[in-house]
């Protein structure tokens, strides 16, 4: 059977399968071993509903993605859905919040995850001190890891995955029979200002599904696959994260708070003995480890790409005479990870990130609203939201009501980045008039 060839002069392979393992664990990360005991500490019991809430909220954005996603079929994921639809200035913009807010900020806040999982075991990681040269070994060793090649990195992360996964399924399966039921009790609601500011904390854990879009030129039948693939990968994250945190909050009540920095280690514990918590708190390290080792494999192409398109500085273009990779952009892009490790702890890392990716969802839903209102009776095979704009006004009211929770200091820096990202944008437009923003890759 011939494998279809597109314009961009890639194969179509990834089909429903691939495609839902793929978002799957694009968004099983990290920041789960660590969020339910914010989400506990902060709401108690109902924190439960909070994972609803921002389930809800994702199927939503999902939903425009699948829509949107079923009519594009072009390499880039989010930045072309925007690009394509709102114009290369937004599209540009679109491509800097994911490359910094969910890219640096995202891995260093990851960084501080795995800091604070080793601290349980070693209490020196609590000090600013050690703290600094453990970001600084690692980051150091993934950046090293990353010039030697890619196939090294990868396979890295492969393991890494499977090392993640199997404690998770384990809690699961194990801890029922350990829960209380009368701490799933709650018996008064949080205030608006308490339950917006956790969601936007723990939609971190929620997003990551649309990096498996950003190779939408390689998916077979999109107007099938994207759709029955975020909506199956969706569903199941959401289940899995559901029995987590009912679990966790079943299980330490009122002890929720002592475990903040690791609950599901404190959770192992409970199920197994000392040697859980010590499996799971070296499993959340090792998982923080690979996440933020395949963001220095992937996300550096990109400043490399940029580069030989007059877009970065040209130096990030060079490629290494031995191992012929791009060693400057991935020790820069490290670098930028380090700095913003040691900068914040990982809730005020969260929430910027946070903040970024639901600003680009935000500009996917506003150019699925633009399609929609196009006359598109022409256009036959795509995959419709139902409803009309009903759940693209949920999802828009949703991100809008959530960014409303955001403190002054993160409006002013997601303000500031945006303009100097503006300034950029007319800069490059001045200077360089023949290169357009779709150089910029997705």
Known sequence: ???????????????????????INGVIGAGIFALPGIVGTSLGAFGIYAYIFCGIM??????????????TTTSGGSYAYVENSLGDFPGYLVNWLYFFGWGIVGSAALMNILADSLAVMFPLFNEAFYRGLLFLFLTGLMITINVFGAKL???????????????????????????????????????????SNTALVLFFAFAGFETSLGASGEIKNSKRTVPLSL????????????????????????QMAQFKDAPLAAVADKIIGPAGATILLA??????????????LCTPRSLFAGA?????????????????????????????????????????????SSACVLIVYLAVILATIKLKLKDTDKEKGFFKIPGGLVIPLIGVASIVWVLTSLGKREILFTLLFIFIVSIFYLFNKWTKPKIKSSAMPG
């Open 283 to 296: 499993c959340a390290a090792i998982s923080c480890f690979g996440t933020v080792t395949l963001d220095i």
């Open 231 to 254: 909506l199956m990968g969706g569903l199941f994250v959401l289940i899995i994260y559901l029995l987590l945190q009912t679990i966790a909050q079943g299980i330490l009540g009122s």
């Open 308 to 352: 030989n398109k007059g877009l970065f500085p040209k130096f990030l273009g060079r490629v290494h005479p031995k191992f012929a990779t791009p060693y400057l952009a991935v020790f820069t892009y490290g670098t930028l990870i380090i700095i913003f490790s040691v900068s914040g702890g990982f809730r005020q890392l969260v929430i910027i």
């Open 58 to 71: 994702l199927f939503s954005i999902m939903l425009c993605y699948a829509e949107i996603g079923s009519r």
């Open 153 to 195: 990195s990868v396979g890295i992360v492969k393991l890494i995955t499977i090392i993640k996964l199997i404690p998770l399924f384990g809690i699961i399966i194990l801890g029922f029979s350990y829960i209380d039921t009368a701490n799933l009790h709650w018996d008064h609601l949080p205030s608006t200002a308490v339950f």
């Open 1 to 23: 059977m011939s494998t279809e060839s597109t314009e961009e002069g890639l194969k179509r392979v990834i089909g429903v399968p691939g495609l839902t393992l793929s978002i």
